[in-house]
Every structure is written in C-alpha cells, then in structure tokens.
C-alpha cells in the first residue's frame, strides 16, 4: 500500500516543469494549494484535538471536524446544488475526518491572459473539471483528502469514476447536468441527499 498522501505506485521523483509551471510526482501533476490548506488543517486539528473534542476548522474548500456540532449530530459539510446556487444538494458526515472540494469557481486570469477557473489544467493551462462543477473527497487525512479532490476535478467527468475507483478513494461528484454520483467508500458518510 501506498504511505499516506502518496499517489499509488508512484515513486518520488519530484520535478519542476518550468515551462507549464508545474510541480510533478512521478510524471503526476500535483497542485500545492491544496496540500498546503490540508496540511495546515491536519495541524490544527491536532492541536484542537488536544484541547477538547469537538471541533470544526475550515480553511478554503477544506473542513475537519471532531466529535459533534452545537446540535448533538456530528459536523455536516453541505454540497451546493448548482441549479439553486446556495442551497445544498447533499451533505457529508466529517465526525473524526476532512471532507475537500474542488470545483468550478469565478474565472481569473491564466496561461497567456486568457481567462480560466480557479483549477486549470497544469499541462495545457486551460480550464480543468470538463464536465464538472465539483468533486469531493472524504478522508482521514486533511491533506489527502483536498489533493485528490483536485487531482479527481482535472480527470474531468469521462475519467472520475475510474480514477476515483483506482485510488479506492471515497468521493462524490456534481456533474455540469446537475446529477451528481459517488464511489461506494463515502456512501457511509452522506447524511441528506437532496432529490
């Protein structure tokens, strides 16, 4: 098995593509953003966790939570349905775990001034995610979990599943369409499921 945060199979060969300004692991492209929010909530949460229980910190796209929310039930993080902009699709249960998404955000600029969303591809610097509008990940790990979040929204609809699936990883997806699916390893963490 693969150690923690380590793509499987992949040996650490770090390498810098100037040209796509792009980190890779073993020919994998890796976004740092990411690693860095999740890394800064897998310190924190270890440092709440040594002062009480329950808990929640967010930072971005990435939330950890502990024990239970200030209702009695264990920490909820809402999925948005993106045909009812703020009113959630579904929720996912993050009791003693992170939950990380990545999706489909306002447009910046990017590669040669044309603009892109928040993810785009390392290698082409086009927008990532075709056929997406979000992709979360559930796990343990905060920095795992908000890593393949990414890594799942640049595979792009044709490709999540599979990728997803390879990875064991538990996931769900929101498709442009407004459909959304999941690997069977999160089912146990959706809470509501918004028809």
Same mark, same amino acid.
């Given at each position: 098995a693969a150690a923690p945060g380590r %793509? +499987? =199979?992949? +040996?650490? !060969? @770090?390498q810098v593509r100037q040209a796509h300004? &792009?980190?890779? @692991?073993g020919g994998t492209p890796v976004e740092l953003d990411g690693v860095a929010l999740g890394l800064a909530l897998r310190w924190a949460s270890a440092e709440l966790g040594q002062a009480t229980r329950? /808990? @929640?910190?967010? &930072?971005?796209s990435v939330a950890f939570g502990s024990g239970d929310g200030p209702d009695g039930t264990p920490w909820r993080i809402e999925v948005d349905d993106p045909r009812d902009e703020g009113?959630? @699709? %579904?929720r996912v249960s993050v009791a003693g775990r992170a939950a990380a998404t990545t999706a489909r955000r306002a447009r910046r600029a990017g590669a040669d001034g044309r603009p892109v969303q928040e993810v785009a591809d390392p290698v082409t610097g086009r927008d990532g995610g075709e056929g997406l509008v979000s992709a979360t990940v559930v796990d343990a790990d905060p920095s795992y979990a908000s890593t393949w979040s990414t890594a799942l929204y640049l595979a792009g609809a044709p490709e999540i599943e599979a990728v &997803? =699936? !390879?990875a064991q990883l538990a996931a769900l997806w929101v498709s442009s369409d407004g459909s959304w699916s999941h690997t069977a390893p999160v089912? +146990? /963490?959706l809470d509501k499921v918004r028809p």
């Open positions: %793509l +499987p =199979g992949t +040996p650490w !060969r @770090l300004r &792009a980190v890779h @692991l329950d /808990f @929640l910190v967010t &930072a971005g009113s959630p @699709l %579904l &997803a =699936g !390879r089912a +146990p /963490f």
